[in-house]
């Protein structure tokens, strides 16, 4: 895992849905390597702004449903540091972001993750 280059995959991240799928199908092909994928996730989420955090979420969402199809590593790594994330958006973001990280983990929720 380089992390110099996923910290510039984490800089040009956005919300859209081609730059989640292609950020997580990056970090899905590192899965030996979950726990620094985690680890920087972390790091780099705790120094984001608001719309930035946004489509992190997304993106670790997107990790963690689809790297359990190929075993539990991503899970047991971001359950470590999502409920902090968490936590912080549900307390410091906006209404909207607040919506769309709840409308998150209903679907974490009602899927079993």
């Known amino acids: 895992l380089s992390e110099p280059i996923f910290r510039d995959k984490l800089d040009k991240l956005n919300t859209s849905q081609q730059s ?4 997580a199908a990056w970090c899905l092909f590192h899965r030996a ?23 992190m979420v997304y993106l670790a969402n997107d990790i963690v449903q689809n790297g359990r199809k190929r075993g539990t590593e991503f899970l047991a790594e971001f359950y470590k540091v999502l409920p902090r994330a968490l936590r912080h958006v ?4 906006d209404d909207k972001t607040r919506a769309a990280v709840n409308k998150v983990i209903r679907v974490w929720d009602e ?3």
């Open 20 to 23: 989640i799928e292609q950020t």
């Open 33 to 55: 390597d979950a726990r620094r994928v985690a680890e920087v996730w972390e790091a780099y989420f705790s120094k984001a702004d608001q719309p930035k955090r946004l489509a």
């Open 111 to 113: 899927r079993k993750v």
């Open 90 to 93: 549900l307390a410091k973001g």
